[in-house]
């Protein structure tokens, strides 16, 4: 345990917090559809024109290459620059392109990480199904193999901005004779071919985030098979290892301030806070500050280990219900003025904060992984 | 500020040593036998205690210490709660930085005089044969001899293990010790741990419907949620420790950790109770020894007003 500073990391940080100064979008961020696409593709084309595109992607790759501490220190001044989120990128950029740098063959990785890099495509991903939810493995979408192509049939479905997306990372099963993990294969799939359909989910935001794809005989090349055919689960766990616990910093710095904010708020009320608010307000700072800490020891895991474990799910877990604890904090303590959908939009915020105890493992799934991977307890009943 | 919050070797042979050393002569079980309450068995075993030299940890060398910093004290402090050991023995890591002179230093840092915490206008806790008190006021804390406080011994109170001496007349007031306040954290930390540890133990190995209960969600993701707060309260207590001094703002770091660490203590020694059911109701079961102590502890240093304030200024 020590403070780690050297003259490298202060000159990182400066020169972060300068190109960030100059260059974060004034504009706000579009909330929904082709605009909000845009706006992520262009602002990943300034990113990637500046240099700083792919933080954590090795050089090799077109990425900035940066260490774990200064991917660390670049979140945080992102954060603190105002950065918007990744948005449309965010698969391209931390699931789908690691998944290619770990897995893709290097036709696949000259032809799809550069429109990553800069800018001009970008990717979603195609795991989940209707029966397929926590329960993954059990997916049931059929890739049967046709000469030198993989004919796709079934759905996917909480496919976030499917609508808006150029590729997709899809995860099939290619052998109806396999369960569960294996028989599987992770295949690059085009959302413009024929006979897929993309619907747009409306959520309870009132946002079309999310999408349905249906696959009607969708015919992708064997040549878009990413890692070996029927080894789609390894190939989709390879990324594991890129995850350093740095992607959620510029989250976990954006609730702190949401907490500075609900504070500043309550207290410059008429008549000011009283001991059971300021009480309130106390426990949900110290849990933002737990969070950053909890992130840095994440961060300093990973400068230790070489894949990190299922530790990660704490945070996540800590991170997924506190984002709830703090966006209905402003309702219990600013009263009806909250409820009012102009200025800083708390409905907004409270509304669409839920997705971050759901989406990428619910809290249940989260506490089972944490109670049999982290304490050794046993598994419940078997899957089957 | 960037740290790296896993222990390096140094630290991490301190932790072992101390976990080891306890784990061997202070058992959490040495509180069944009431012989060994109000400290009486860290005193009976006071020389080796003093032998590991954890009293000058923090201090510097020119100053007798070992030149190491709070992140070990921490360590320390949280080994110490995970066993139960009367708050004592952590009054003494904190007493050499408080006395006056070099004299009193010296010997608290030796152990050949002893100390104890007291609570602010209330208590001092296992006073048994001690000469120093840290005791705790509006400014914050202060070392005072023992002979000047006028004290009257009372009947127990909610921790059966501890004993209880009333302090007649105000305490006084003292210096800021937010170092104090994070090892308070580090303690109730460790009983965080200790809970969540016993409670996943239990979980593994007690059978109803013909299988552990921890196959149970129930019982599982209450568990989880134990290991959740107490990951919370430790990192961020050692989060303070790393960066105390370091021109951040220490008072609302050791707030922070010092709200964390209580919620943690005290809801997973509650929880550790419910996950023993029948078990955890009897005295035989130590499951109620961490949640009297944690009760206990959160009583000492700054209020929780005063940690409001700072973490809402």
């Known amino acids: 345990m020590k403070i780690v500073e050297s003259a490298e990391l202060r000159e990182f940080r400066e020169q972060c917090r300068d190109w960030l100064a100059d260059n974060v979008p004034k504009q706000p961020r579009p909330d929904d559809g082709e605009p909000m696409r845009d706006f992520d593709l262009a602002w990943q084309a300034k990113q990637f024109a500046g240099g700083w595109a792919g933080i954590n992607w090795p050089k090799e790759y077109g990425g900035r290459g940066a260490s774990v501490l200064e991917q660390l220190i670049w979140h945080e001044e992102y954060a603190l620059a105002g950065g918007p989120p990744s948005g449309c990128m965010f698969v391209s950029l931390s699931h789908a392109g690691p998944t290619l740098i770990v897995s893709g063959n290097e036709e696949q990785k000259a032809r799809y990480l550069p429109t990553i890099l800069n800018g001009t495509e970008n990717w979603c991903q195609g795991f989940s199904e209707p029966g397929a939810g926590s329960d993954l493995a059990s997916l049931k979408t059929r890739g049967e193999i046709q000469g030198d192509e993989l004919v796709i049939k079934g759905t996917k479905i909480w496919t976030t901005y499917g609508q808006l997306a150029r590729w997709q990372e899809l995860l099939i099963r290619t052998d109806p004779g396999e369960t569960r993990h294996r028989g599987l294969t992770w295949v690059i799939c085009d959302m413009q071919a024929p006979g897929l359909e993309v619907r747009p989910i409306r959520t309870m935001a009132g946002l079309e985030h999310f999408a349905q794809c249906f696959y009607d005989d969708v015919r992708i090349p064997l040549k878009n098979v990413v890692g070996e055919v029927n080894q789609g689960w390894k190939t989709a766990m390879t990324t594991l290892g890129f995850e350093r616990g740095t992607g959620t910093v510029a989250h976990q710095i954006e609730l702190a301030t949401r907490v500075d904010r609900v504070i500043e708020a309550v207290k410059s009320a008429p008549g000011g806070a009283d001991e059971a608010q300021l009480e309130m307000l106390a426990v949900l700072k110290s849990e933002v500050m737990a969070l950053r800490s909890m992130t840095a020891a994440s961060i300093s895991r990973g400068l230790h280990e070489a894949v990190p474990g299922a530790e990660g799910n704490v945070v996540a877990l800590y991170f997924g219900e506190l984002t709830r604890r703090v966006n209905a904090a402003a309702f219990d303590l600013l009263g009806p003025h909250s409820l009012e959908r102009s200025g800083y939009d708390y409905p907004a915020h409270f509304l669409e904060c839920f997705k971050w105890a759901i989406g990428g493992g619910t809290s249940e799934i989260r506490r089972n992984t944490i109670g049999e991977r982290v304490l050794g307890l046993p598994k419940g009943p078997k899957a089957v | ?313």
């Open chain 2, 1 to 313: 500020m960037i740290v790296d919050l896993i222990p390096d070797e140094d630290q991490s042979a301190i932790e072992d040593t101390i976990v080891s050393f306890l784990s061997d002569v202070l058992p959490v079980e040495r509180l069944r036998d009431a012989a060994n309450h109000g400290g009486a068995a860290e005193t009976a075993v006071w020389s080796q205690l003093c032998e590991l030299g954890l009293f000058g940890l923090g201090l510097p060398e020119e100053q007798g210490g070992l030149g190491l910093g709070l992140p070990e004290e921490a360590l320390v402090a949280r080994a110490l709660g995970r066993k139960l050991v009367s708050p004592g023995v952590l009054s003494q890591l904190c007493a050499p930085h408080l006395a006056a002179d070099e004299a009193t230093r010296d010997t608290l840092i030796s152990g050949e005089a002893r100390a104890a915490f007291a609570i602010a206008d209330g208590y001092v806790l296992d006073g048994a044969g001690t000469d120093w008190v840290v005791v705790f006021g509006p400014g914050g804390a202060s070392l005072r001899a023992r002979g000047e406080l006028t004290l009257a011994m009372t009947e127990g109170g909610l921790d059966h293990t501890m004993t209880f001496e009333r302090i007649e007349g105000g305490a006084g007031t003292g210096q800021p010790a937010l170092r104090i306040e994070v090892l308070i954290a580090a303690y109730l930390v460790g009983i965080a741990q200790a809970t969540t540890d016993m409670a996943v133990d239990y979980a593994k190995t007690r059978e109803q419907f013909g299988q552990p209960i921890g196959a149970f969600q129930a019982i599982k993701h209450s568990c989880a949620d134990m290991a959740t707060r107490a990951s919370a309260a430790d990192t961020q207590t050692l989060y303070a420790a790393t960066v105390f001094g370091a021109g951040g703002d220490d008072a609302v770091e050791a707030a922070a950790a010092r709200v964390l660490a209580k919620r943690a203590a005290l809801d997973n020694a509650k929880a550790n109770i419910q996950t023993h059911g029948g078990m955890g109701f009897t005295a035989e079961c130590d499951a109620h020894l961490f949640l009297k102590r944690a009760m206990v502890m959160d009583m000492l240093g700054s209020d929780a007003r005063a940690r409001r304030a700072a973490l809402t200024a």
